[in-house]
T-cell receptor, first 109, second 117 residues
Framework: GQNIDQPTEMTATEGAIVQINCTYQ??????LFWYQQHAGEAPTFLSY??LDGLEEKGRFSSFLSRSKGYSYLLLKELQMKDSASYLC??????????WGAGTKLIIKP | GAVVSQHPSWVICKSGTSVKIECRSL??????MFWYRQFPKQSLMLMAT?????????EQGVEKDKFLINHASLTLSTLTVTSAHPEDSSFYIC?????????????FGPGTRLTVL
């Protein structure tokens, strides 16, 4: 079956760094997305990885290891507005997104 | 970036009535749109994949006669919740796939919060 695993909740301090991990098992693989979702709002795109390695975009970076079926999202210089759920989603062989349950990130001052 | 709109943003209706939700891609053509449902503190659940000019493909466990999907044009898909009941109360989100995007990115609408009394 297809499955995405990510932690349910994480807590971090304002100004610090946090890494949210995601492991996936899918029928075929055409890339991995990270989305941010604030409560009551739709998801917004953060990153896409299809090749192994690290993609950096400002304070956010995303890493992929295809051989390990593993990705992480790294958030630096955390701000209070980063409090949200972070969704990991893998694109399978049919180009359908398989979603993780999301990681709720709580930022404390 | 690509923009997807949804209407209405929120709706309250009585049990037994039908509700129509519209999803529009504003600045690109979307041959494929997706309808998701999200219950509180849960992840997105794909309900159906909507392809322009053809019948929607429903996920297992989703009643196609209850959740009617129409994708009549390249920029509009509609979801009609027929004979809504309180258990249908949820956050409904559509997304549209931009085939011109280098990685088939899905762009999400802002969502529609449905409350059935």
């Amino acid at each position: 079956g297809q499955n995405i695993d990510q932690p349910t909740e994480m807590t971090a301090t304002e100004g610090a760094i946090v890494q949210i991990n995601c492991t996936y098992q899918t029928s075929g693989f055409n890339g991995l997305f990270w989305y941010q979702q604030h409560a009551g709002e739709a998801p917004t795109f953060l990153s896409y990885n299809v090749l192994d390695g690290l993609e950096e975009k400002g304070r956010f970076s995303s890493f992929l290891s295809r051989s390990k079926g593993y990705s992480y999202l790294l958030l630096k210089e955390l701000q209070m507005k980063d409090s949200a759920s972070y969704l990991c989603a893998a694109l399978d062989s049919n180009y359908q997104l398989i979603w993780g349950a999301g990681t709720k990130l709580i930022i404390k001052p | 970036g690509a923009v997807v709109s949804q209407h209405p943003s929120w709706v309250i209706c009585k049990s037994g009535t039908s509700v129509k939700i519209e999803c529009r891609s504003l600045d690109f053509q979307a041959t494929t749109m997706f309808w998701y449902r999200q219950f509180p503190k849960q992840s997105l659940m794909l309900m159906a994949t909507s392809n322009e000019g053809s019948k929607a493909t429903y996920e297992q466990g989703v009643e196609k006669d209850k959740f009617l999907i129409n994708h009549a044009s390249l920029t509009l898909s509609t979801l009609t919740v027929t004979s809504a009941h309180p258990e249908d109360s949820s956050f409904y989100i559509c997304s549209a796939r931009d085939v011109s995007s280098s990685y088939n990115e899905q762009f999400f609408g802002p969502g529609t919060r449905l409350t059935v009394l």
